[in-house]
């Protein structure tokens, strides 16, 4: 077996780091406090992946035992774990992978726990064939020592199977970086001890749960876990839409969306940048009236803007949005624009000053019982606009139709338009 140590100190000419390697006799899970024989800033195991499921595999993961220790450790210890470097790995590992070679992270699951310094294994995987492959080394070592690590968002992963399909998939396309990820059959015993602990030894910053795999209960009890300790949890979405705003940033954003809706849920879009984040607030009976004509139309037009819009259980969008300081008087005008747009899709609009007026067209019952029509298809005949027959009269539409209309006051309105 053998074991790669990297220290600082002077970069070789190609790379940014100084390894060191050291071989050793005994099993690599069983490696605990090896760090104290060696002086370095982390620890890179390279070893076999073995599986009762071989497929030709490269792997990146932090050792430990989020329960028992099966394979080396101790039960219920974590050493720290080294996110923003396995991020590089595994993306390199990614370039590098030879044809049929699967790449993923793998779940936290044995040995060494007892370290101190920052450590995680690259492992080739699952049999001889594959441990024997000279292009599969290759890659390995190309991915470590060409590794870049810089930039991520450290994460604690929950749920999932043994390769972390979901956590490889974030990792691999977004800055998401994950350190300890939690097994599906782990969850059920997780508590909020261990969950910080997790956090903890990964430098995380926030969480993520990979929903599909735990079932609601589970999903409700991390939840609970996750306020106690105080974690912010992202979806996949969000970490899509970082794009590279930095995590102080996308914190101010979060404190602003709690000064309106403690409760709410802070969706990011593309196009955001650092900066100063500002609320901006349109008028919400126009977001009301625009949602009731054509929300698909609208929100698929607001997921085009450099905004974040909050939600709740009961309000897909709230008239309250966030953007950064020097694109607000742009992205109000924008909001504006998108909401008289998709209403006068569906609808007839009028603009008088600094007022919308919304007119629409709806049956009258009274005038429908007058004429004699009774309840039922008919009315929906003559409210698609086509005219029916009743007891041998002719009825029209505008026979059983009344106009309304409602007067929508936007600040500046003309400016908008």
């Not at 220290?7 to 071989?23: A, W």
């Amino acid at each position: 077996m053998e074991l790669l140590a990297a220290g600082s100190g002077n970069p070789y000419p190609l790379e940014k780091h100084r390894y060191e390697l050291v071989e050793v006799e005994e099993r690599l899970i069983y490696a605990d406090h090896i760090d104290r024989e060696l002086s370095c800033d982390l620890i890179i195991f390279l070893s076999r992946h073995s599986s009762v499921n071989p497929v030709p595999v490269l792997t990146v993961h932090v050792t430990g035992n989020i329960s028992s220790a099966d394979f080396g450790g101790k039960p219920g210890s974590l050493p720290p774990a080294a996110p923003a470097w396995m991020h590089a790995v595994l993306g390199g590992l990614s370039k590098n992978a030879p044809p049929g070679y699967r790449v993923a992270y793998e779940i936290t699951h044995h040995g060494p726990s007892e370290l101190e310094t920052p450590s995680f294994f690259v492992e080739v995987g699952s049999t001889e064939k594959e441990w024997n492959d000279p292009v599969a080394a290759r890659a390995v070592a190309l991915s470590v020592l060409c590794a870049d690590p810089a930039g991520v968002i450290p994460l604690a992963g929950f749920g999932g199977t043994h390769y972390a399909a979901r956590e490889t998939e974030i990792a691999l396309t977004t800055r998401g970086a994950f350190g300890h990820i939690a097994h599906s059959r782990d969850i059920s015993g997780l508590n909020a001890d261990m969950v910080r602990l997790m956090a903890e030894k990964s430098g995380a910053v926030a969480v993520y749960v990979d929903r599909k795999a735990v079932t609601t209960d589970e999903n409700a009890r991390l939840d609970r876990a996750f306020c106690e300790c105080g974690l912010v949890r992202l979806t996949e979405g969000d970490l899509h839409h970082m794009g590279a705003l930095s995590w102080s940033t996308y914190l101010s954003f979060l404190s602003l969306a709690g000064k309106i809706d403690p409760g709410s849920q802070v969706s990011l879009h593309r196009f955001l940048s650092d900066g100063r984040p500002k609320l901006i607030e349109i008028p919400g009976d126009l977001l009301e009236e625009t949602l009731k004509t054509n929300e698909k139309r609208f929100t698929t037009g607001l997921g085009e803007l450099p905004l974040a819009h909050l939600s709740t259980g009961k309000r897909a969008v709230l008239p309250v949005f966030i953007a950064l300081e020097e694109n607000c008087p742009d992205v109000l005008n924008d909001l504006i624009s998108l909401c008289v747009t998709t209403l006068s899709s569906e609808e007839h609009i009028a603009i008088e000053g600094d007022h919308l007026i919304i007119r629409k067209m709806r049956l009258d019952p009274i005038k429908a019982r007058e004429l004699g029509i009774p309840k039922g298809p008919l009315l929906g005949v003559l409210m698609k606009g086509r005219n029916v027959n009743v007891d041998g009269r002719e009825i029209t539409p505008e026979m059983v139709r009344v106009r309304d209309e409602k007067k929508i006051h936007i600040p500046g309105l003309e400016n908008y338009l």
